[in-house]
């Protein structure tokens, strides 16, 4: 079996090119370029100096041996350790690229360059990780979100949230949401989802998808409160669910014109992306034209790359922050996110649009970085 790798080195006009590892099999060049395009603006968006890159591969990580996945991690890394560095590039975890692959592929870059350097972000606690860098993401788009209801004159707490997936974004968003005093009531994964009325159980949700790496029919059938749903018999999905807040936390384009039409008529007030682009380009409008207040991604799950600069910066400086103040530094980059693009969406005389407020705030800083530099 041949897999195909590429890493997109996008911009670097403000740092090191900073982006994830795709490992999936609907991977190519074109689904890499695109989210590299995004990453420019969500790195800028952050604050911290950190330019735009994206890269993965075809290679299917499920049901494959640890030692398989090994293998081709180090063949990956045999190839790109030439193009990346602490201060040139520094990818970090993706879809199917967990703290594993890291590892494997940070065993690699050290054996081939005799470098122990801050090359890859999302690292294990004993080798230079971050605290908090796992739950980063999901916090991070618990914040944005929190921010942006509070700034419109509402309150987290007591609302019904409906989340998709139940990966590591879905699971920490679950968490932080249900802190903030929310109740979350669905996650989904490829093949069905799960409503939960009682609020989901982030312990057995933990356990199912972290230890067991199971479907969530098991989940289900642990937990008598949960109702499971397939995908392919029922036709049907999470946003179906009566909520006043969604978050879209799987994959690229999940939450259709359909769904934003269903969302509607339930009353939904607030949806923000904790993936990467999950909200189609029709199903944006359609939100915002209903008075929805709409977070578009590159804004909203920004603490998982704000997170990685962190890990860059304690690993810079030989250095490891407790849990609490990577945790604090992650809640002002979001909330400071979010006042960004809401002033940029208000200079621009467009108040309340976050999608141009977040694309406006991002590209200045990149151009007026590029600009100086004499790129243009």
Known sequence: MINNGFRVQFNSAIGPYKGGLRLHPSVNLGIIKFLGFEQIFKNSLT???IGGGKGGSDFDPKGKSDREVMA????????????????TDVPAGDIGTGAREIGYMYGQYKRLTG????????KGLTYGGS???TEATGYGLLYLTEEMLKCNGHDIAGKTVVVSGSGNVAIYAVQKAQQLGAKVV??????????????????LLKEVKEVKRARLTEYAAARPSAQYHDKASEGT???IIKCDVALPCATQNELNLEDAKTLVANGVMAVAEGANMPTTLEATKYLQENGVL?????????GGVATSALEMSQ??????????????KLKNIMVNIFHNLDAAAKKYGMDGDYVAGANIAGFLKVAEAMTAQGIV
């Open 131 to 133: 605290l908090a860098r």
């Open 72 to 87: 081709f991690c180090q063949s990956f890394i045999t190839e790109l350790y030439k193009y990346i560095g602490a201060d």
């Open 115 to 122: 470098l122990y350097e801050g090359v890859l972000t999302g």
């Open 47 to 49: 604050g911290l100096p």
């Open 237 to 239: 999905n999470q946003w």
């Open 294 to 302: 709409f977070c578009p991604g590159k804004a909203a799950n920004a």
């Open 315 to 328: 690993n810079s400086e030989r250095l490891s922050w407790t849990f609490e103040e990577v945790d604090s």
């Open 186 to 203: 669905t996650v989904s994964d490829s093949t069905g989802w799960v409503y939960d009325p009682e609020g989901i159980d982030v312990a």
